[in-house]
């Protein structure tokens, strides 16, 4: 029998606001704003609406749907097309043909298509009118790991458009403008009009696509504002790799305690799980810069959280470590009586090896006997307190003990006590609990673009939670996670922290 020591140190902080230099740029993605048009491609007419299809603007939001071509209008000698996206013109202007997080009859979005033309720009008049060709840029977030492929089909006759793709990867720094046109990821640069097909091993993140005349500017007749290219994009889920899918039943065969069920995106690269991160709220400096991070942070803010793991238990012995564990926790949080229930304090966890110590800033050091068993240390990871930091339970003693850092949170009592009691019940087992039930516990991340933008995983209830799992398979895409994953089954504390990670 081991005893962990859980150090729970809080502290009050004075609440700051840093400087909000994310936002200034904030409008200068609206592209699909039709105030944004440029004076050439404002022409009579818009875009086809075509049955079962939607544009959507960079934060997700709807656009109204275009009226059909109207071919009348080619009488009056104007151009017949208006392509209401420009100027997509750059990689910070692209477009957003599917943003993540986009839900639709049962799973998030996996196919977009547009038309849209290539129009010759002008600048200045007369003497000193200059033109070039235009390219259009758009952005596709890929929800899974998988195939994405991308058809550039309708060009224009006698025209040469070509297609090329880049990926933008994860992290806290990305920019767009770390993107380079000569340098993509992929393209198709067939002759003449042909058409233009890419296939693309992907995961999770933003591509970015351009469609564009052939060598850019040395043929300035290469347009071709009447009739506009069609671009379809697509993903395509790989079901076939390990760990898409999960049986619960089988699983239960195979002496599986629980499952778990993790995301295939890591938020700037950080892995966010409830409580046990070195820091549980961190500025995003990239907003303006990284568009699946910024689809992300407008969509999950609020009330509104996304999945990042979601742990499902139906090993009886496992539910009662975790209830009694979040029942504990709560009674020790509840007894910090200046801790005003609405108040926000900086939190820190840490543990070492011999017991369960709470700390709180004003009180004296408290002790919990708890016997930390196997499926304890297990209930422990479960609740939060320990998924990244679970390691440092088992390592060597030598490295806890040097252990210094503090991690952090910023909650307020009722958050953390709402989080608790939930678990608390959720898991409790009593009269006639069997391994039928599947009790659930999600760890999620959410974003504050209230001032600035952050990413913030600290503990958050959800009073809509359900908190049963009534299937049978739990498959790679579930509500509320917005991107794809894999789920396991769960033996063993390695088995959760392999899983992890760590
Ligand atoms: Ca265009
Ligand atoms: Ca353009
Ligand atoms: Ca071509």
Not at 244 to 253: A, C, N, T, V
Request: with cysteine; proline share 3%.
């Amino acid at each position: 029998m081991q005893l962990l020591t859980l150090l729970l140190a809080v502290s009050t902080t004075t609440s700051t606001v840093p400087a909000d230099s994310a936002t200034a740029g904030n409008a200068s993605y609206r592209r699909d704003d039709l105030s944004f048009v440029d004076d050439l491609e404002t022409g009579d007419l818009c875009d086809s609406a075509h049955g079962g299809f939607a544009y959507f603007d960079e934060t997700g939001t709807e656009l109204p749907w275009q009226s059909q071509i109207d071919f009348a209008n080619r009488e009056g000698g104007t151009r017949t097309f208006n392509d209401n996206r420009e100027d997509n013109d750059s990689f910070q202007e692209a477009s957003c043909m599917s943003p993540v997080g986009l839900w639709e009859g049962g799973v998030y979005q996996h196919s977009a298509w547009l038309d849209a033309t290539i129009s010759l720009k002008r600048s200045g008049f007369w003497w000193w009118e200059t033109t070039w060709l235009d390219v259009d840029y758009y952005i596709f977030d890929a929800c899974c790991t998988g195939t994405m492929s991308a058809q550039l089909t309708n060009i224009p006759s006698g025209k040469d458009y070509d297609l090329k793709v880049w990926k933008m990867w994860d992290g806290p720094n990305v920019s767009t403008s770390d993107l380079n046109f000569n340098q993509p990821f992929n393209q198709s640069i067939n002759s003449g009009n042909a058409n233009e097909t890419l296939t693309l091993a992907v995961t999770p993140g933003t591509y970015f696509f351009c469609v564009y005349p052939k060598n850019k500017d040395t043929n300035l007749s290469n347009y071709d504002e009447d009739n506009p290219y069609h671009l379809y994009i697509e993903e395509t889920v790989d079901v076939t790799r390990p760990y898409s899918s999960y049986s619960i039943s089988q699983g239960k065969l195979n002496g599986d305690r629980g499952a778990l069920w993790i995301s295939d995106y890591a938020p700037l690269g950080h892995t966010p799980v409830t409580l046990s991160n070195d820091q549980a709220r961190v500025q995003i400096i990239n907003y303006d810069t990284y568009p699946f991070i910024r689809h992300l942070a407008d969509k999950y803010n609020g009330t509104t959280a996304i999945n990042y793991a979601v742990l499902y238990v139906w090993d009886v012995p496992l539910r009662a470590s975790i209830s009694q564990l979040a029942g504990e926790l709560y009674d020790l949080v509840n007894d910090c009586a200046s801790w005003e229930a609405n108040q926000a304090k900086q939190a820190s966890i840490d543990f070492n090896r011999d017991n369960l110590v709470v700390a709180l800033s004003g009180y004296a050091v408290s002790y919990i006997s708890l016997a930390v068993t196997g499926p304890a240390g297990l209930a422990l990871a479960a609740l939060g307190f320990a998924v990244s930091t679970i390691g440092l339970v088992l390592a060597e003693a030598g490295y806890l003990l040097a252990y210094q850092s503090q991690p952090t949170f910023t909650t307020t009592k009722t958050d953390l006590l709402n989080y608790l009691v939930s678990v608390q019940q959720t898991f409790a087992v009593g009269q006639g609990s069997n391994n039928n039930e599947v009790k659930i516990l999600r760890f999620r991340y959410r974003f504050d673009n209230s001032s600035g933008h952050y990413l913030d995983w600290s503990p958050f209830y959800k009073s809509t939670d359900y908190n049963f799992y009534n299937d049978n398979i739990i498959t790679w895409q579930i509500e509320d996670s917005g991107i794809d994953g894999t789920v396991r089954g769960i033996q063993s504390l390695n088995d959760v922290k392999s899983l992890l990670g760590d």
